[in-house]
Each structure stands twice: as structure tokens, then as C-alpha cells.
């Protein structure tokens, strides 16, 4: 599926109808260029899940955690930025694989740099700019209404 995004309005629609559809150990992977929209989507989606901490990009410490809501349950939520991993075998080390197979939602930024370590079920979320500069989403995993 594929969507225009006109406004940032539009990014928050799209994560809260994303957030309706999520489950338990849901991985969610971002790609997409520097400022093509991959933190401010994960703001909208913590923000539809209910965290009500300011969500940043872990860019330095690799990965943050949230506490949200899912089902009316209390759900983790770990949102990592892997820009700057270049060995897998840096994720690995910290437990990566345990949180993206556990039963939080796990946010993945820049999923593209660490394909071997993503579930095959995953929801695939791609941000780009088109030739007339328009902002771009394209969902692979999941459906929405």
C-alpha cells in the first residue's frame, strides 16, 4: 500500500490506524533517508499506544523503552535506531533478537542495516521523497482501513 503524505496530520492518522491493528511482539521496521519522517512516525505510534513520555530517536544509546497500552494492558515498547551499527553482532550482544521476539512492539529505524536479525513476520514501513518532493509511505505487513 501506498500513501501521500501531505501533512503531518497525515502521519498521525496512519500511525493511529497502525496502532489499532498492532499485537504482542509486533516488529515494526522504518527505512527511509535522514528527515524522511521515521522518529515523528514513532512519535504518533507512541503516542496512539498512550506513552506520554517524549519520544526521541536513540541514535547514541541504541535504543529506548516506553511504556504503553495495547488491549488495555500496560505493553513495552523498545523503539532502536540502528544507523550506526555496522556488525549485527553488536545487536546480538546486547539481546536485540529477545526484545524483537518478545512480546513488546519493538520500533526498528533503519531496519535496512540489519536484515538477518528481522523476524520474517514484521510490519515494513518505507519513508522517501518522490521526484515532485512529495513525502512517500509504503506499508508491507499490515492492513488498514
Known amino acids: 500500500m501506498q500513501i501521500k503524505l ?8 496512519i500511525a493511529v490506524k497502525i496502532a489499532k491493528a498492532l499485537q504482542p ?20 505510534l507512541c503516542e496512539a499506544l498512550g506513552v ?10 541504541l535504543m529506548n523503552t ?6 488495555n494492558a500496560p505493553i513495552d ?9 555496522f556488525d549485527e553482532d553488536e545487536l546480538i550482544e546486547i539481546g536485540f533478537d529477545e526484545f524483537l521476539f518478545g512480546k513488546g512492539i ?6 535496512n542495516q540489519v536484515p538477518s536479525l528481522l523476524p520474517d513476520k514484521r510490519i515494513w514501513i518505507d519513508l522517501y521523497f ?16
Open 6 to 13: 501531505i501533512a503531518l496530520e497525515d502521519t498521525q492518522q
Open 25 to 44: 511482539g509486533t516488529v515494526i521496521c522504518l527505512v527511509g533517508d535522514l528527515g524522511a519522517g521515521k522518529t515523528t512516525f514513532t512519535q504518533y
Open 52 to 61: 506520554t513520555e517524549y519520544v526521541t530517536s536513540p541514535t547514541f544509546n
Open 66 to 71: 516506553y511504556t504503553g497500552q495495547l488491549n
Open 77 to 85: 515498547i523498545y523503539h532502536f535506531d540502528v544507523y550506526r551499527i
Open 106 to 111: 519493538s520500533i526498528v529505524e533503519w531496519a
Open 130 to 145: 518522490n521526484d515532485k518532493g512529495e513525502r512517500i509511505m509504503t506499508l508491507q505487513g499490515v492492513s488498514i482501513e
